[in-house]
């Protein structure tokens, strides 16, 4: 099954909660790289973020509870660091760093929303790797039905 498949038969917030995942910490990348220029850090971030956003276009059921809390330590910490630049006359790297808050706090909003939660618990076919929700119930009322 192609990419593009997989990714259209996904619900609608399971995929904004991917797409705003993916672009939250390519901000949170970005961020690091260009403004404090740590490659070290942004190594580390790198492959952070590559782990989680697969983990969860996976599906792992570990995973939506590890983007939560790198979400939430990442939010805590763009907080505190945006009041110290806002407080430094540093308005222009407090502001990049709320645009990174705001991203990774609605990713957070569709990663806790129920449809979401439920996609991560729906049992996957093996011929049939993301089939959207409602299927399992067709499939076990024709399977009854023979």
Known sequence: MQLADQIRRMPADFRNALLYLAAGWSSLLLTVHFL????????????????????????RKWAKWLALFCNAIVILYGSFYAYLFLHG????????????????????????????????????????????????KADKENSKRK
């Open 36 to 59: 404090f220029k740590d490659r070290v850090l942004t190594v580390k971030l790198l492959v952070s973020a590559v782990i989680i956003c697969f983990s969860v276009f996976q599906r």
């Open 89 to 136: 006359n540093m308005e222009v790297y407090a502001f990049v760093l709320a645009i990174n808050i705001l991203i990774l706090g609605i990713a957070s909003y569709y990663l806790l929303l129920k449809s979401t939660g439920q996609y991560f618990i729906a049992p996957e076919k093996p011929d049939d790797h993301m089939a959207p929700l409602g299927h399992e």
